[in-house]
Structures are given as C-alpha cells and as structure tokens.
C-alpha cells in the first residue's frame, strides 16, 4: 500500500480548521452542558416529586436516544422554527450541550450526594437556608469529586462531536469525510483525523490527571 | 425557653415519639438518657427540624415550629447543635468553620466575625488551630471546635447529640470540659449522652426515655438513687 502524504499535505489547512471547531463545538456543549446540568441536577433533586418529574423525563430521554437522532431532529425539525436556514453548527452545539446536561445532571447529583448528609444538617443547624448551604458547604465538596468524571464527560463529547459532519457542520471529521470523497481514498484521511482525535483526546487525559494530581495535594492540607 | 407539648414523630409505619411533652428553663441543662434506639436523637432533632414534626407542638422562645409562619432559619439560629460525628466543613480552616454562618446568616462583616470566633477558639483552648483544616485535628478537638462554631451564632440553647460517642476515652474529658463550662456560664442545654458522670454533675434535670416516651424525669441525684419504674432500674443497672 502506498500512502499518498499529498493528501494529507493538501487537507491539512482544513483538518486545522475542523479542529479548532471541533475544540469549539465541544467547549461550548460542555460549558453550556454544565449550567444546564447543574439546574437540571438541583431539579431531579427536589424533595417534591412534581418538580421532579419533568427532569427525570429529560435526563431519559437524552440518556435513553442517540445522540445522531437527537442531532437530526434538533437540526432538520427543531432549528429550522426559528432560524432559516438553518446552521449546522448551531444545530451541532445544541446538541451537544442538550445531550451533555444530561451526563453532567447525573454527575452533578451522583457528586452532591456523595457529599456526608451532616454536611447538610450541620449547615441548617447553623441557620443557613437550603440555597446558602448547597452554595457554602456542599457544592464547594462536589466539585472536588465531580471534576474526574466532568472530564470524561469532555471527552466523550469531544469524540461525538464527530457526528456533526452528518449535518454538514464544518468540524475535524466532515473534512475527513471531504478529503475521503474528493481523492476516493480512505487511509489518508482517515488516519489523520483518527490520530488528531487522539491528539486531542490524550492532551485533555494528561491535562485531567494533572488536575487530579493538583486537588488531591491540596487535599493533603 | 422550650416548651415540648405532645410531640409525635414517625418514620413511616414507625412510630418513633409517641407522646413527648417537657419544658425546660431557661439556663437549665436537661440530660436526656435511655437505651439505643429509644428516640433520643430523633427527639431533638425535632428541636430545630432536622426532623420534620409530625403532631403536637414545640415552641422555642415563644415561637412555635409548627406554625407555618414561623420562620424556621430564625429559630434555627437561636439554637445550636452539637453532632455526634462532629460535622465540621472539611474544605474550610478552622476559622472559617466558625465564621460562615455568622457572616453569611447574621450578616456580621468578616474583621468583626473573625475576632469573635478566635475569642471562642481561646475559650475552648484551641486558639493555635485557628488556620487548620479539620483533617488536622483529633476527634477531641474537632468536637470543641465544633461547639465553638455553634456558639458563634449566639444560640440561646444548644443541643447536644451523644458528643462524646465517636471519641476516643482519652479524649472524652476534654468536650465535657468545655461543656460544663458552657453551663456554669448559664446557657440553656439539652445533652444526649450516656456519661452518666456529666449527667450527675452538671445536670439540673435528667430525662429517661424508653421506646419514644418519657418515662420518667427528676434531679439527677434522685433519678440515679431512687428510680421509680423497672425500665428505668433496668438501665441503670446496665450503664452504671
Ligand atoms: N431517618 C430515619 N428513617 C427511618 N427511621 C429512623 C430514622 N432515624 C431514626 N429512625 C428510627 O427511629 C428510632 C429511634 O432512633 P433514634 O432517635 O436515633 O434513637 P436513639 O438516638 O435513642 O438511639 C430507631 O428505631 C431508628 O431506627
Ligand atoms: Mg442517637
């Protein structure tokens, strides 16, 4: 098998240019993924089983559904309402953050209820409301425990971001599939999106253990 | 200062506080005993709803918790309790446990926040842990430093929860220290504990629960000398 660099050479601009918007798009899901997760986690985390309800719904059904369906349907039905036509990459962050808060909602919950219920108790105790013990005692522990799996979460998001080339939106793997169909090749452009995935994907590992490595001198205190 | 009028509390089908009524005075100190299980903790918790109140009344200087209306984190900060597992917030030092709810509940600036709880760290003889972390510390002095982040919000009671159950023997004397202390300074107690000792000394009045009643209750003197009932006699003679 011969291996034609050419290509690989030719398409780089573009494969640079996917990957910052792959860096982009995934970013902006898991930021804007975190906030709504966060509500989505104090919500499943009511006492009232009404309010409940409708954020179990949500975390099932974008648990529960792939995430290539939920990019269709968010693409083709749902942002042309308000928008024509309607982007691709706007679509794509949509997405992303809609499926993400709900990974990030079970974090969170998983995170806050790891924390020791006198945590809690011992704040009330002292006078603080529900929201001002959550803010002071109990959020500032979750962090802590929640920041290793937030960062899987990043990185599965990374990876599936890739589905956006379905929607034409112009990140790392619809060059692949660009650079694919011009040359009627499959190594060449393949491999090299495969191996800047992988680039990515093992600076942000590296970048997570440091992190670890960091909280758990300062737990030392 | 507490008025306890037919308090009931369940767990479900479990009826855990059947029919609960005392008061205490204010500046009293009211040891609660009895065997485990028998509701004491659950007791008073009810006194600042960490448990929620299933029937009856508590009012707590003048203010009723079961009144709608009352504003329960008020109450709360005129009431200050003590864990049996301490409690104490591990991502803040020392000074910080003690000044949180001050300066976030009573609004009182940081400087003035800060002096107040070193004054409160030398009363319980630990004013050289101050930038500690909790994790730093023995059982001993976390329960002190504990009872010093309780006194910040200048409670008008505190509440005890068996404070020397999770510790070490060695390191029993020096909570009951501060706590008697706490007493001769004239504030308001209810102590869960089996010391019996604590009990006896420092005790106006003591509380013998069984099985989510109040049996019985007198002078400590009296209570441990001359008890009236069997199930009372029937603990004492395990525990003394
Ligand atoms: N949160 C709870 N949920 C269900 N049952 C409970 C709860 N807390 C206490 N109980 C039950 O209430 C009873 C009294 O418990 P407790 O007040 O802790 O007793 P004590 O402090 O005297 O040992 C026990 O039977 C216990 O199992
Ligand atoms: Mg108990």
């Known amino acids: 098998?011969?291996?034609?660099?050419?290509?690989?050479?030719?398409?780089?601009?573009?494969?640079?240019?996917?990957?910052?918007?792959?860096?982009?798009?995934?970013?902006?899901?898991?930021?804007?993924?975190?906030?709504?997760g966060l509500l989505i986690a104090l919500g499943k985390m009511s006492s009232n089983k009404w309010i409940?309800?409708?954020?179990?719904?949500?975390?099932?059904?974008?648990?529960?559904?792939p995430l290539l369906v939920q990019l269709l349907i968010i693409h083709f039905g749902i942002v042309p309402l308000f928008m024509s036509p309607s982007n691709p990459l706007v679509s794509l962050v949509i997405g992303l953050s809609l499926n993400s808060a709900a990974y990030i909602a079970e974090i969170f919950r998983a995170g806050i209820q790891s924390i020791d219920k006198g945590q809690m108790e011992a704040a009330r105790s002292l006078g603080m409301t529900r929201v001002q013990a959550m803010k002071l005692v109990i959020l500032p522990q979750a962090v802590k425990r929640v920041i290793p799996p937030l960062g899987n979460e990043f990185i599965v998001l990374l990876k599936e971001s890739s589905l956006?080339?379905?929607?034409?939106?112009?990140?790392?793997?619809?060059?692949?599939?660009?650079a694919a169909g011009e040359y009627i090749r499959v190594w060449e452009p393949y491999i090299t999106v495969a191996l800047i995935y992988l680039v990515l994907t093992l600076s942000l590992t590296y970048l997570m253990n440091y992190v670890e490595r960091r909280m758990s001198t300062d737990d030392q205190r | 200062m507490i008025s306890v009028k037919n308090l009931k509390?369940?767990?479900?089908?479990?009826?855990?506080?059947?029919?609960?009524?005392?008061?205490?005075?204010?500046?009293?100190?009211?040891?609660?005993?009895?065997?485990?299980?028998?509701?004491?903790?659950?007791?008073?918790?009810?006194?600042?709803?960490?448990?929620?109140?299933?029937?009856?009344?508590?009012?707590?200087?003048?203010?009723?918790?079961?009144?709608?209306?009352?504003?329960?984190?008020?109450?709360?900060?005129?009431?200050?309790?003590?864990?049996?597992?301490?409690?104490?917030?591990?991502?803040?030092?020392?000074?910080?446990?003690?000044?949180?709810?001050?300066?976030n509940v009573r609004g009182i600036n940081k400087k003035e926040a800060e002096q107040k709880a070193l004054a409160l760290l030398a009363k319980v003889g630990l004013s050289e842990k101050a930038s500690a972390y909790p994790d730093s510390l023995s059982g001993g002095q976390k329960q002190r430093?504990?009872?010093a982040r309780a006194l910040a919000m200048e409670p008008k009671v505190m509440l005890f929860d068996e404070p020397t159950s999770a510790l070490d023997p060695e390191m029993v004397g020096e909570v009951l220290e501060v706590m008697k202390q706490l007493a001769k300074d004239g504030m308001t107690m209810i102590v869960v504990t089996h010391e019996m000792g604590f009990a006896r000394e420092v005790g106006d009045r003591v509380i013998f629960m069984d099985n989510g009643?109040?049996?019985e209750q007198n002078e400590p003197k009296a209570l441990f000398d001359d008890p009236q009932h069997e199930r009372t006699k029937a603990f004492l003679s395990k525990v003394l």
């Open chain 2, 9 to 103: 509390k369940s767990f479900g089908e479990n009826e855990v506080l059947k029919d609960i009524s005392m008061d205490v005075d204010p500046q009293e100190v009211v040891v609660v005993i009895g065997p485990s299980g028998s509701g004491k903790s659950t007791f008073i918790r009810c006194l600042n709803m960490l448990e929620t109140i299933n029937g009856g009344h508590v009012v707590i200087d003048g203010k009723d918790l079961t009144d709608k209306k009352t504003n329960i984190n008020d109450v709360r900060t005129n009431v200050g309790m003590v864990f049996q597992h301490f409690n104490l917030f591990p991502h803040k030092t020392i000074l910080d446990n003690i000044t949180l709810a001050p300066i």
């Open chain 1, 164 to 178: 956006g080339s379905v929607l034409a939106a112009p990140e790392l793997m619809y060059w692949g599939r660009a």
């Open chain 1, 52 to 65: 409940q309800l409708p954020f179990n719904i949500y975390i099932n059904i974008f648990r529960g559904t």
């Open chain 2, 145 to 147: 430093v504990a009872i």
């Open chain 1, 1 to 36: 098998m011969d291996f034609r660099f050419d290509i690989v050479t030719d398409y780089m601009p573009f494969f640079l240019k996917g990957m910052g918007i792959t860096i982009g798009v995934s970013l902006a899901g898991v930021l804007i993924g975190l906030i709504l």
């Open chain 2, 213 to 215: 009643f109040i049996v």
